[in-house]
C-alpha cells in the first residue's frame, strides 16, 4: 500500500521528495531564482505535488486543472491546499485545454523575460522528471525485504511484482530495483481498456492509433506512456540514436515497432494484461466478499492481470501488487462494485463507504470538511498568464 501519504495517492512517495532534491540542488548551483513548477493535472498529480512543494524554500508551485475534468473531492483537495507558496486556479473546459495551456506558457517567451526580472524561473514536476522515478525504487527493495521478514520467502528466493501502469515510472522503477540485485522475477504490466502497452509488451509493436476509454481508474488512461522512452534506452544498450527514431516515428504515425533483438529482451522481462471496467467492479467486490479487504479500481486492474498471468502460465512464485491509491479516493466506483446505488453527495460519500465497511476514512480525506476553501477561481485558457503573472508577484 503506497498510498499512506497527504494525498493517499503512490504518487506522494515520489512528490515528498523530489521538491527537497531540486531546492538543495538550486543552492548546490548557486541558483539565485526561485523556480516555480507549473502543472496541469487531471486529479491526482497536482494534489501530490502541492503537498510535496508546500513551503519548500526557493519554490512555488501553481496547479492548473480543468473545470469539469476531476472529482468533487479532488477538487476540494486542492481548493483547501494550505502553504504561502501555493497557488490553485481552474481552467476553462477540459484536461486538454489546461495542458496546452500550460505547454504555451512554458514556451512564451515574454511571460519567462518578465518573470526573470522578478527573480522566478520556470519548471515542471511531471512524471518523466528523474528525480521521481528515483524515490520509487526504494520501496521495491522494502516490499522484499518485508517478505523475508514475513518468511514468506528466503533471502535470494525471486518474487515477481504486478503494478498498474499508465506512463510507466512505477513499473520502471521495479525495473531498476531489478538491475540493482533484487531478485525480481518477472515484471507484470497491468492496463486497463486503454492497453497500448498489454498489446506492445506482448507484440514489439507500439500504437497509440485507436480509441481512448474514460475508465473507472483514470490514472492510466494514457495513450502515450513518456517513461517508455527511459525503458528503451536501457534495452538498447543506451543507443541514443536508436531511441530518436522510435519516437520520431510515434510522433509522426502514433506508430513504432522495435527491433526482434529488443522484443525479445522485453519479453523476458515484463509479462502485460489488461483489466476492464466490468471485471475490476467484480474484482473490488469479490476481494471484499473473501478477504474483507477493501482497494481502489487501479489496485484492482493489478489484481486481476495478476491472477491473468498466473493461470496462464501456472507461475505460483510469490507477488508483490503494487497497491497505487486509497480506495477513498473513489469512493463511486467503489460504492458502486459493493452494490450501491444511491450515492451520498461531496464528502458525505467518505462516511457512506466508511460506515458501510468499518473501515476508517483516511485523516487527509476526513479532514477535508473542515478545510476552508482557499481558491475558487476560475480562467479561460487565454488568461491563464494572467494568473501566472498575479501569483508571482
Ligand atoms: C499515476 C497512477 C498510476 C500509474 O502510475 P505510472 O507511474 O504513471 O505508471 C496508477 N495508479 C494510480 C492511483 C496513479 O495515481
Known amino acids: 500500500?503506497?498510498?499512506?501519504?497527504?494525498?493517499?495517492?503512490?504518487k506522494d512517495m515520489a512528490l515528498q521528495m523530489l521538491p527537497h532534491l531540486l531546492s538543495a540542488s538550486l543552492v548546490k548551483n548557486q541558483e539565485e531564482k526561485t523556480v516555480c513548477i507549473l502543472v496541469a493535472t487531471s486529479g491526482d498529480t497536482g494534489k501530490a505535488a502541492l503537498e510535496g512543494f508546500r513551503d519548500v524554500e526557493k519554490t512555488r508551485i501553481l496547479v492548473f486543472y480543468p473545470k469539469d475534468g476531476v472529482s468533487a473531492i479532488q477538487e476540494l483537495q486542492m481548493a483547501t491546499q494550505e502553504g504561502e507558496n501555493v497557488g490553485v486556479c481552474s481552467v476553462v473546459g477540459n484536461f486538454d485545454d489546461a495542458q496546452t495551456g500550460v505547454k504555451r506558457l512554458f514556451s512564451d517567451e515574454s511571460l519567462r523575460e518578465q518573470l526573470a526580472g522578478r527573480g522566478f524561473f520556470l519548471s515542471s514536476a511531471?512524471?518523466?522528471n528523474w528525480g521521481r522515478v528515483l524515490p520509487q525504487i526504494v520501496y521495491y527493495i522494502s516490499a522484499y525485504c518485508d517478505l523475508m521478514r514475513a518468511e514468506r520467502i528466503r533471502k535470494g528466493d525471486k518474487v515477481n511484482v504486478c503494478v498498474p501502469t499508465g506512463n510507466f515510472g512505477n513499473i520502471l522503477a521495479a525495473c531498476y530495483a531489478r538491475e540493482m540485485g533484487v531478485p525480481i522475477g518477472r515484471l507484470i504490466c497491468a492496463s486497463n481498456s486503454n492497453n497500448v502497452l498489454t498489446d506492445f509488451l506482448r507484440t514489439g509493436v507500439y500504437d497509440r492509433n485507436r480509441t481512448f476509454y474514460n475508465t473507472m481508474s483514470p490514472s492510466m488512461d494514457i495513450l502515450i506512456s513518456s517513461n517508455l522512452e527511459r525503458l528503451l534506452f536501457a534495452l538498447t544498450g543506451h543507443d541514443d540514436e536508436q531511441v530518436r527514431e522510435y519516437m520520431g516515428?510515434?510522433?509522426?504515425?502514433?506508430?513504432?515497432?522495435?527491433?526482434?533483438a529488443i522484443q525479445d529482451r522485453l519479453t523476458r522481462l515484463f509479462s502485460a494484461g489488461f483489466c476492464d471496467d466490468a471485471q475490476t467492479q467484480k474484482v473490488i467486490g469479490r476481494m471484499w466478499q473473501e478477504h474483507h479487504y477493501l482497494i481502489d479500481p487501479h489496485t484492482a486492474v493489478a489484481f486481476d492481470v495478476l491472477e491473468q498471468y498466473r493461470k496462464e502460465t501456472g507461475d505460483d512464485t510469490p507477488a508483490i501488487v503494487a497497491s497505487t491509491a486509497s480506495p477513498f479516493k473513489f469512493c463511486d466506483s467503489v460504492l458502486g462494485a459493493l452494490g450501491v446505488t444511491e450515492l451520498a453527495e461531496g464528502t458525505a460519500i467518505l462516511d457512506q463507504l466508511s460506515e458501510l465497511t468499518g473501515v476508517p476514512v483516511p485523516a487527509p480525506l476526513a479532514a477535508l470538511k473542515d478545510k476552508p476553501v482557499r481558491f475558487r477561481e476560475t480562467v479561460t485558457r487565454d488568461h491563464m498568464v494572467d494568473q501566472v503573472l498575479e501569483m508571482l508577484r
Open 1 to 10: 500500500e503506497l498510498w499512506h501519504g497527504p494525498t493517499c495517492a503512490f
Open 126 to 128: 511531471n512524471s518523466i
Open 249 to 260: 516515428q510515434l510522433n509522426q504515425t502514433g506508430r513504432y515497432e522495435v527491433s526482434p
